[in-house]
Protein backbone atom coordinates (compact mmCIF):
# COMPACT_ATOMS: atom_id res chain seq x y z
CA UNK A 1 0.00 0.00 0.00
CA UNK A 2 0.85 3.56 -1.06
CA UNK A 3 0.57 6.65 1.57
CA UNK A 4 0.81 10.44 0.58
CA UNK A 5 1.53 12.75 3.76
CA UNK A 6 1.26 16.05 3.51
CA UNK A 7 1.91 19.12 5.28
CA UNK A 8 2.80 22.51 5.29
CA UNK A 9 -0.74 24.27 5.19
CA UNK A 10 -1.63 27.32 7.34
CA UNK A 11 -3.08 30.71 7.62
CA UNK A 12 -1.29 33.48 5.76
CA UNK A 13 -1.81 37.23 5.09
CA UNK A 14 -2.22 38.25 2.03
CA UNK A 15 1.08 38.57 -0.12
CA UNK A 16 2.50 35.79 2.19
CA UNK A 17 4.57 32.57 1.26
CA UNK A 18 3.75 28.60 1.69
CA UNK A 19 5.99 25.88 1.45
CA UNK A 20 3.84 22.12 1.14
CA UNK A 21 5.09 18.87 1.37
CA UNK A 22 4.30 15.69 0.31
CA UNK A 23 5.90 12.11 0.98
CA UNK A 24 5.28 9.12 -0.69
CA UNK A 25 6.14 6.08 1.20
CA UNK A 26 5.33 2.16 0.47
CA UNK A 27 6.34 -0.35 -1.68
CA UNK A 28 6.92 2.23 -4.49
CA UNK A 29 9.66 1.48 -7.39
CA UNK A 30 8.30 4.57 -9.71
CA UNK A 31 6.53 7.18 -9.97
CA UNK A 32 5.33 8.66 -13.06
CA UNK A 33 3.77 12.46 -11.89
CA UNK A 34 3.49 14.25 -8.59
CA UNK A 35 1.12 17.31 -8.29
CA UNK A 36 -0.78 19.24 -6.37
CA UNK A 37 -4.81 20.22 -6.74
CA UNK A 38 -6.92 22.17 -4.50
CA UNK A 39 -10.37 22.80 -4.21
CA UNK A 40 -12.16 25.55 -2.95
CA UNK A 41 -15.66 25.37 -0.86
CA UNK A 42 -18.70 24.89 -3.61
CA UNK A 43 -16.22 24.03 -6.16
CA UNK A 44 -14.50 21.52 -7.96
CA UNK A 45 -11.06 20.10 -8.06
CA UNK A 46 -8.48 21.91 -10.19
CA UNK A 47 -5.01 21.33 -11.44
CA UNK A 48 -2.43 23.79 -9.40
CA UNK A 49 1.05 22.44 -10.51
CA UNK A 50 2.19 18.26 -11.82
CA UNK A 51 6.02 18.01 -12.00
CA UNK A 52 7.26 14.43 -13.70
CA UNK A 53 9.82 11.76 -13.08
CA UNK A 54 11.93 13.90 -15.58
CA UNK A 55 11.49 17.14 -14.44
CA UNK A 56 8.91 18.36 -16.70
CA UNK A 57 6.33 20.79 -14.82
CA UNK A 58 2.77 22.17 -15.84
CA UNK A 59 0.92 24.88 -13.96
CA UNK A 60 -1.97 26.74 -14.01
CA UNK A 61 -2.51 29.72 -15.35
CA UNK A 62 -3.59 31.27 -12.29
CA UNK A 63 -0.94 30.32 -9.94
CA UNK A 64 2.13 31.07 -12.57
CA UNK A 65 4.70 33.44 -11.97
CA UNK A 66 4.00 32.78 -8.22
CA UNK A 67 3.96 29.15 -7.44
CA UNK A 68 6.78 25.92 -8.35
CA UNK A 69 6.54 22.91 -7.93
CA UNK A 70 9.78 20.48 -7.21
CA UNK A 71 10.45 17.43 -6.71
CA UNK A 72 13.09 15.08 -5.10
CA UNK A 73 12.78 11.51 -6.51
CA UNK A 74 15.21 9.93 -4.36
CA UNK A 75 12.29 10.76 -1.11
CA UNK A 76 9.22 10.23 -3.10
CA UNK A 77 8.66 13.64 -2.34
CA UNK A 78 7.13 16.32 -4.01
CA UNK A 79 6.45 20.50 -2.83
CA UNK A 80 5.01 23.44 -3.86
CA UNK A 81 6.44 26.62 -2.93
CA UNK A 82 3.81 29.63 -2.79
CA UNK A 83 4.50 33.02 -2.88
CA UNK A 84 2.40 36.31 -3.64
CA UNK A 85 -0.62 34.36 -2.11
CA UNK A 86 -4.17 35.62 -2.66
CA UNK A 87 -7.12 35.37 -0.92
CA UNK A 88 -8.55 33.43 -4.08
CA UNK A 89 -6.14 30.73 -3.53
CA UNK A 90 -7.78 29.62 -0.30
CA UNK A 91 -8.49 26.14 -0.79
CA UNK A 92 -7.81 22.50 0.63
CA UNK A 93 -5.09 21.38 -1.23
CA UNK A 94 -4.58 17.81 -2.43
CA UNK A 95 -1.45 16.08 -3.44
CA UNK A 96 -1.42 13.47 -6.10
CA UNK A 97 0.95 10.80 -7.14
CA UNK A 98 -0.20 9.08 -10.75
CA UNK A 99 1.51 6.15 -12.39
CA UNK A 100 2.78 4.46 -9.40
CA UNK A 101 4.35 1.54 -10.24
CA UNK A 102 4.05 -0.61 -6.90
CA UNK A 103 7.40 -3.15 -5.88
CA UNK A 104 5.52 -6.23 -6.35
CA UNK A 105 3.27 -5.59 -9.19
CA UNK A 106 2.73 -3.92 -13.14
CA UNK A 107 -0.03 -2.26 -12.94
CA UNK A 108 0.31 1.29 -12.18
CA UNK A 109 -2.21 3.27 -9.32
CA UNK A 110 -3.02 6.58 -8.76
CA UNK A 111 -2.99 7.55 -5.08
CA UNK A 112 -4.35 10.91 -3.14
CA UNK A 113 -3.27 12.70 0.04
CA UNK A 114 -5.72 13.29 2.69
CA UNK A 115 -5.21 17.03 2.00
CA UNK A 116 -4.43 20.43 3.68
CA UNK A 117 -5.54 23.56 4.21
CA UNK A 118 -4.47 26.79 3.30
CA UNK A 119 -6.30 29.47 4.29
CA UNK A 120 -5.17 33.59 2.84
CA UNK A 121 -6.73 36.42 4.98
CA UNK A 122 -6.05 39.68 6.55
Known amino acids: QVQLVESGGGLVQPGGSLRLSCAAS????????MGWYRQAPGKQRELVAV???????NYADSVKGRFTISRDNAKNTVYLQMNSLKPEDTAVYYCNADGVQLTYSGFLYDYWGQGTQVTVTS
Open 26 to 33: GSIFSINA
Open 51 to 57: VTSGGST
